[in-house]
């Protein structure tokens, strides 16, 4: 959540602070031209009641506040912990201490007054300095007076004022608090400004509420409000229902047009179910609209009913953005609520609400049903049958107004559990998927909603955690968003991406996989709804854009997958040196690039640690011997308990070529070339005949058969002699023939023999010598299994523990379009397939 240009701790050095009555787009110039650093669009921060229920966890939020707001931005709390909950639970004593008379029960109401005070006033002294703590104590010893007479006197008349005091309390000591150690801050309550009409509908009265905001607000203070409470036209405090503070949150921001609200709570996200006891939930990172207003309505308590309704206004050309995240682990990324595309709407999530009511009556059937509906609201309707299903608190409002229309209603205790996603209650392999899950809790009913977003089953009894894990299973087991990336639009890239589409189509594993990025080393393309695979070469020729690789690891940093793989079919070294930072964020690599596997033994060996700590699986087959499955056999060889004892062959398709097809018949030089016009060798030929790529190669070969060694430790005969070295290409390709010389030597010296030239590969292991390597041009007899190749093959021999005498070879094309294109997908299905298999246990900073 941190982000690059805001931070209050600069705003001491500016501060302003002047009080105004000004318009909201005042205010913000204002404050931009005081204040270098501030944004125009204003950013909402509500902090829930996990987010500051100690002294400790107000320091993270105030840590929070520092890192992420500026001064006309706005603060919204909830009260701190579980005070609502301690406040309402005062009113049931008093209510009980009437109706029973209990003198003890006057006692407990005095206990329990204590003990709330007490806890307030050691949030107080813990973090606020002397003076701070003297004024503040002051004035909760006036509240706790009042609230103690409100209490004992006039109870029935003050109920909401007496719950507004959790909010109240926290929003001014976070202000004094901010006002100590951050900026300039003043706290407001909601209820100065906040006109709803009536605390049943809730329904703001926006322009007053608006202008009596921006009359509050204090230009060059950061403004801290109490979510949670309001009042009514009259001027009676109400509240917005438990949890409310979201909702006031939204509210307040749609009332100063905000670009963005983040809901600080003590979860980083949404999840597919409750992370507390869904261990498997997974977190979903973007919500449409409609699905999150949805899972809200059915009981998620990161979403309060009405959370969303400020900012979904069809009439409203303005859209701030939600987010969920965690004041825990404010850098993790949470859940982002808005508009969205496929991909999103593929996500499926697991509610439940026990406590209901199921009121059958015969005005719930037919056209009649619209009335109850629009009065009531109801968790869900059947208007063929005749039932709905509503809140308990909704029983004696119901059972009125149905007594005004001379009907009967019955009642039965209910729960719901419901499937929550994008139009589910149009398709019906989700319906039945969910109701083969919910077979042993003999569901009484299940219902679509009316905007199609989910299916509600009604349980004649309470759902268990139990029956919420089977269903959440059955509903997600194969959920999961695998983001692709290709970085590298070459030639091999270029085909890897016209295979895609097919390979797609075709291949179970590949079931979730979404092509989201594409990368050349100057411009990208990254749509996190995905780009269209069938053109995603002209896609990407339209409308890639500029990129450097700070940009791309902070994409890559808030990327909304549930995994991610970068397929890198870059030569490039710069590239390879991201794959550290990667690896650190969980992402998988599949290299065709060949820096990071040969790179030096301590980058290497980090990279290793850095991928497996992080459970970032990283595939290289392509690196040697393009498509030929020489990195699977000897990964299976050691991984099968065999131990390798020697690795040889022709690991270069350049050099197999050349000497394949070298009979001394025309020179060396021409040979080279013909292949050069061919695309057989590399644009500077000498990067062929300098060995270093066949060095490279045996490196890495050697390093998956577990052996530690560095480049250095193989010699490698270069077969440019040094007077042509540092020549520029061009000077190199004219003196070409200054090479022929030496292989006409060579070769006629071993044809002499009986003999062949051709450059070698060579790895030994053994127990009294040690490891030797080497790479160079050696004589072979002609019926040596290196000499006989179809030029371009390459040919790789492992002899081991279980392959002595004779060793095994796999041999056949080491380079070239198709089979290296080839190889990167079967890394890629290699991949996909162990992700599926891949469980991820919730573990949540503030929760678990
Ligand atoms: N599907 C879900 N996704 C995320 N959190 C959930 C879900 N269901 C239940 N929870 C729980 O809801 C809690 C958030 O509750 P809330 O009252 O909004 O917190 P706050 O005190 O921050 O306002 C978290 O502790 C989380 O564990
Ligand atoms: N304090 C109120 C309002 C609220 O929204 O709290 P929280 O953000 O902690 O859910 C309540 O407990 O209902």
């Known amino acids: 959540m941190k982000q690059e240009n805001t931070i209050l701790n600069k705003v001491n050095e500016n501060k302003a602070v002047s009080s105004s009555e ?97 806890e307030q006033a050691q949030l107080i002294t813990e973090l606020l300095n002397a003076n701070n703590t003297k004024q503040l104590l002051l004035r909760l010893n006036k509240d706790i007076e009042q609230l103690t007479t409100w209490l004992t006197a006039d109870i029935a008349q003050h109920h909401n004022d007496v719950l507004a005091l959790g909010e109240v309390w926290s929003a001014r000591l976070l202000s004094a608090l901010l006002n100590e150690q951050v900026c300039p801050s003043n706290s407001i309550d909601s209820r100065d400004f906040l006109v709803i009409d009536n605390e049943h509908s809730c329904v703001v009265d926006t322009a007053l509420s608006a202008a009596q905001l921006r009359q509050r607000r204090q230009f060059g203070k950061l403004a801290v409000i109490t979510g949670y409470i309001s009042k009514d036209s009259r001027g009676k405090s109400c509240t917005l229902g438990r949890n409310g503070s979201d909702y006031s949150a939204t509210i307040i921001a749609s009332l100063v047009a905000a670009g963005n609200v983040t809901l600080w709570t003590d979860v980083d996200g949404i999840y597919s179910a409750d992370p507390r006891v869904v261990p498997s939930a997974r977190k979903l990172h973007r919500l449409p609209n409609g699905v999150a207003k949805e899972l809200g309505r059915l009981g998620n308590p990161v979403l309060h009913a009405k959370t969303l309704l400020p900012l979904i206004n069809p009439l409203s050309e303005h859209h701030t953005h939600l987010h969920v995240a965690s004041s825990f682990d404010a850098q993790v990324i949470g859940t982002e609520i808005g508009k969205f595309g496929q991909i999103a709407k593929q996500e499926l999530s697991v509610t439940y609400l026990n406590d209901l009511l199921l009121a059958q009556s015969v005005s719930f059937i037919g056209e009649a049903a619209a009335k109850a509906k629009a009065e009531f609201s109801p968790i869900c309707i059947d208007n063929q049958k005749g039932f709905m299903v509503i809140t308990q608190g909704q029983q004696k409002a119901l059972s009125d107004w149905l007594a005004s229309h001379d009907v009967e209603i019955t009642f039965k205790p209910v ?260 292949a050069l016009a061919q695309g057989i060798t590399e644009p500077d030929p000498r990067e062929d005949l300098s060995g270093r790529d066949v060095q490279r190669k045996l490196l890495i070969l050697a390093r998956k058969a577990g052996f530690e060694l560095a480049l250095e430790d193989i010699d490698c005969q270069n077969l440019v002699p040094e007077a042509l070295q540092a020549l520029s290409t061009n000077d190199f390709l004219a003196r070409a023939s200054e090479l022929d010389e030496y292989f006409a030597t060579a070769l006629s010296e071993a044809n002499s023999k009986g003999a062949c030239i051709r450059y070698v590969a060579r790895f030994q292991h053994n127990q009294e010598t040690g490891v030797s390597a080497k790479v160079s041009l050696e004589v072979l007899p002609q019926s040596d299994a290196f000499a006989n190749l179809t030029p371009c093959d390459n040919i790789f021999q492992i002899s081991s523990h279980w392959y002595q005498d004779n060793p095994l070879i796999i041999r056949g094309p080491g380079a070239g379009r198709d089979v290296t294109a080839g190889g990167l997908h079967s890394d890629l299905v290699k991949i996909c397939q162990q992700l599926a298999h891949k469980q991820s246990q919730v573990k949540i900073k503030g929760i678990n």
């Open 415 to 674: 729960a719901i559990i419901a499937t929550v996603g994008h139009r589910v209650a149009e398709r019906g392999d989700i319906r039945a998927r969910f109701k083969r899950s919910l077979k042993a809790a003999k569901p009484l009913n299940l219902v679509g909603s009316d905007n199609n977003h989910s299916v509600i089953a009604i349980l004649p009894e309470p759902c268990s955690i139990e029956l919420l894990n089977t269903v959440h299973h059955e509903m997600t087991k194969d959920a999961r968003h695998i983001g692709l990336v290709v970085a590298g639009m070459g030639n091999i890239g270029e085909r890897f991406l016209e295979l895609l589409p097919a390979q797609l189509n075709k291949v179970y594993a590949l079931e979730n996989l979404h092509l989201v990025g594409l990368l050349s080393s100057k411009k990208a393309l990254i749509n996190n709804d995905g780009i269209d695979v069938t053109q995603a070469a002209s896609l990407f020729a339209q409308e890639a854009q500029s990129y450097d690789h700070e940009q791309l690891i902070s994409w890559l940093t808030q990327n909304p997958y549930d995994e991610l793989i970068v397929v890198d079919i870059t030569p490039s070294e710069d590239f390879s040196l991201l794959y550290e930072q990667m690896f650190s964020l969980g992402v998988h690599v599949i290299g065709a690039n060949k820096w990071a596997a040969s790179s030096s033994t301590a980058h290497y060996n980090n990279l290793v640690n850095t991928a497996d700590s992080n459970n970032s699986l990283c595939l290289g087959n392509t690196t040697v011997g393009a498509g030929l499955p020489i990195n699977y056999a000897i990964d299976d060889l050691r991984q099968s308990g065999d131990s390798i004892s020697e690795l040889s062959g022709i690991f270069s398709g350049t050099l197999s070529w050349l000497f394949e097809t070298y009979d001394g018949s025309s020179n060396f030089s021409e040979l080279l070339l013909n």
């Open 22 to 118: 000004i318009a909201d787009n005042d205010f913000i110039t204002e404050v931009a031209a005081e204040n270098k650093l501030a944004k125009h669009a204003i950013q909402v921060h509500k902090f829930g009641g996990s987010s500051l229920a100690t002294a400790k966890c107000i320091k993270r939020a105030l840590e929070i506040i520092r890192e992420n707001c500026q001064l006309n931005d706005i603060v919204v709390v909830s009260a701190n912990g579980k005070t609502t909950d301690r406040l309402f639970a005062l009113y049931s004593l008093v209510e009980r201490t009437i109706v029973e008379h209990t003198i003890q029960k006057s006692d407990e109401l005095t206990q329990a007054i204590d003990e709330l005070a007490k």
